[in-house]
């Protein structure tokens, strides 16, 4: 069931890019998506971000970036730098405080890849897309009593994944409350 559940996604993906975007963002845009679905599956069973996926997704969002929009040149680095930056500083101050690891080491350089794709002005965007996926699925959890463990782990990529997606269609949310 599993591998037709995902060919759908990836004919959504191809649908919703035709619907939303014009020429050369149409592929572009399924391209993003396919990476995404990819990541978000992949961390979901496995708790784990290859760089061998979110590497490339950085370097195709600046090539995207640069070639296709007219953002400056300098955008998809300063977008990967605070997006690497923000979750690497968070990862590092909870572990100083905490002693323990509270986000995944992939998870800043997927923030950071994403970052690459949207600016660093989308950032803050796919990180509210992001936490309200992953609480509502920890209340979904909690409502169907499912207890959600001290040590039991979300996979906070995935639903990086689903911000960076709903960031890059619709932009920033500061752009949408105008």
């Known amino acids: 069931m599993r591998y037709p559940l995902f060919e759908v996604g ?7 890019s035709f619907a939303t975007q014009t020429g050369w963002l149409i592929p572009a845009t399924a391209l993003l998506g396919w990476q995404l679905l990819l990541i978000a599956v992949i961390d979901a069973e496995h708790l784990w971000l290859p760089d061998l996926l979110t590497l490339p997704l950085g370097l195709v969002g600046a090539a995207v970036t640069i070639g296709l929009t007219d953002a400056p040149y300098w955008a998809p680095l300063a977008g990967a730098a ?3 930056g923000v979750l690497g500083l ?3 101050l909870y572990k100083r405080t905490r002693g323990r690891e509270g986000l995944g080491g992939g ?3 997927l923030l950071g890849a994403i970052g690459a794709w949207v600016g660093w002005q989308g950032l803050a965007s796919v990180l509210v897309w992001a936490s309200l996926a992953g609480l509502s699925v920890a ?6 009593r499912r207890r959600l463990a001290e040590d039991k782990k979300l996979p906070f990529g995935t639903f990086l994944a689903i911000g960076a997606w709903l960031t890059w269609l619709w932009g920033p949310l500061h752009t949408l409350l105008r």
Request: hydrophobic letters at 70%; charged letters at 10%.
């Open 10 to 16: 990836c004919l959504l993906i191809a649908a919703w």
């Open 107 to 109: 998870d800043p350089r």
């Open 90 to 92: 968070i990862a590092w």
């Open 82 to 84: 605070v997006g690497y």
């Open 139 to 144: 209340a979904a959890m909690l409502i169907t």
